[in-house]
């Protein structure tokens, strides 16, 4: 005999009944809901589900909306963004100009308070040094069209620089205190005693002075009256006191009075 259920058949109707009974357990769900006056688990789950879709569709409408804005805005961006360098840049220029004035201002001052007490004095700038240091020697930024002169002496705020050796028209070379080949009338304050201040590259010499003046270490030395230099201009200090063995005179070894490591401005004094 051919059964009248296949297997498939019962499948069906297990499937049928799994429907009902499910269908029956949400009706009561529903009903139980209902009788509590509480919203149904139901219908909170599919609006919670509704809600988590509407969400992620914003979310990917926003997104492709702020992408789209964002292309749209590249090359505008772009122009903002080389501005703002460029205004950067222009910044760091002038914060720079601004820290090299108010680094120089000191000195600027300093030299421009010299220059006052100097009739007829020229402040000229520092443009350049010997580069082989064959002579302790300065470029100076005047020349003879502003009245610079050969042997026009030479000051800072501090005291004695040099004297002029050369002029052209627009500059001028100084040669310094301490060179070798500078000599300088000069003289101890205390005790007025004379000598010849002569350049050691690194100090200054005053030389031939008479054995019987009564030196100190600390003695201040000025410029004695010259071609150069009017008389009281400092010249240094005494470090250093040589009595050579059967020498007449002595000789006193000055730390000067100027940095010659930092001049930057100078006034060249009328005659």
Do not use: C
Request: aromatic share 4%.
């Amino acid at each position: 005999m051919v059964p009248i259920f296949t297997y498939r058949d019962e499948r069906k109707l297990f499937a049928v009944i799994g429907a009902v009974i499910v269908a029956a357990a949400v009706a009561f769900v529903q009903l139980d809901a209902l009788k509590a006056g509480k919203p149904s688990p139901l219908a909170v789950t599919v609006s919670s589900l509704a809600v988590g879709v509407q969400t992620a569709a914003a979310a990917v409408v926003g997104g492709i909306r702020h992408a789209a804005d964002a292309v749209a805005a590249a090359p505008q961006l772009a122009a903002q963004n080389r501005s703002l360098r460029a205004q950067n840049r222009q910044l760091q220029s002038e914060n720079a100009r601004l820290r090299e004035a108010v680094a120089a201002a000191p000195a600027v001052q300093a030299i421009a308070q010299a220059a006052a007490n100097e009739p007829g004095g020229i402040v000229a700038e520092v443009i350049g040094y010997d580069p082989e240091a064959v002579s302790r020697t300065i470029v100076l930024d005047r020349g003879s069209s502003e009245g610079v002169k050969l042997d026009d002496g030479v000051i800072d705020e501090d005291g004695v620089v040099g004297r002029v050796v050369s002029v052209e028209p627009l500059e001028s070379s100084v040669l310094l205190l301490t060179d070798g080949a500078s000599k300088v009338p000069a003289v101890v304050q205390r005790g007025r005693w004379w000598g010849i201040a002569t350049g050691t590259n690194s100090r200054i010499a005053l030389q031939y002075v008479s054995q019987d003046a009564k030196l100190r270490i600390g003695d201040a030395v000025v410029t004695g009256k010259g071609r150069s230099f009017h008389a009281g201009r400092p010249v240094g200090r005494i470090v250093r006191i040589e009595h050579p063995a059967g020498a007449l005179y002595q000789t006193a070894i000055l730390e000067p009075a100027v940095d010659f490591g930092r001049l930057t401005r100078v006034v060249v004094l009328a005659p």
